[in-house]
């Protein structure tokens, strides 16, 4: 029972399908509107479509063996979790994680630009794109307007 207490605000995993973004069993959405309360970098290593090894902090992983000294570190993929609060303006906004790959990065850098020194001092509400790009989906990460 009190397990339970733990899950009742689990963020959902949010999964890019062909028509943009899903979040559980929601239709998809072509953009998502969030409001970014943090990110962080993390690496993954696969073998195929299997999640091998997973550091969530790119620091250290599995048994805290390091990253830094693994032999397969050149193999991982860096990614940026991203953590978000899914339609911030409504009754029930939906706490969700998007990682973004490196191919988004660029646009991720250029978005922090806009937002001065410290990007999360006042949360943004953002706009998040897919664009298909030769078989990838990237991102495109807009500031929203409506928000001071």
């Known amino acids: 029972m ?3 207490l733990f899950r009742i605000d689990r963020p959902a995993f949010v ?12 239709a ?7 409001r970014l309360e943090h990110f ?3 690496r993954k290593l696969f073998d195929g479509d299997r999640l091998r090894c997973a550091s969530y902090d790119a620091v250290t992983g599995p048994s805290k063996r390091r990253c830094s000294l693994c032999a397969l570190r050149c193999q991982c993929s860096e990614r940026l979790r991203l953590l978000l609060l899914v339609d911030p303006d409504s009754a029930i906004p939906i706490p969700a994680i ?3 790959a490196s191919h988004s990065f660029p646009a991720f850098d250029q978005f922090l630009l806009t937002l001065g ?9 953002l706009t998040i794109t897919p664009i298909h790009d030769h078989g990838r989906f ?4 807009q500031l929203d307007p409506s928000v001071p």
């Open 98 to 100: 998007l990682e973004i």
């Open 15 to 26: 999964r890019i399908v062909p028509d943009g973004f899903r979040i559980g069993m929601a």
């Open 2 to 4: 009190i397990r339970q």
């Open 40 to 42: 962080h970098p993390v």
């Open 138 to 141: 990237r991102f495109a990460f």
């Open 28 to 34: 998809p959405r072509p953009e998502l509107r969030a």
């Open 117 to 125: 020194p410290d990007p999360l001092l006042h949360p943004p509400t």
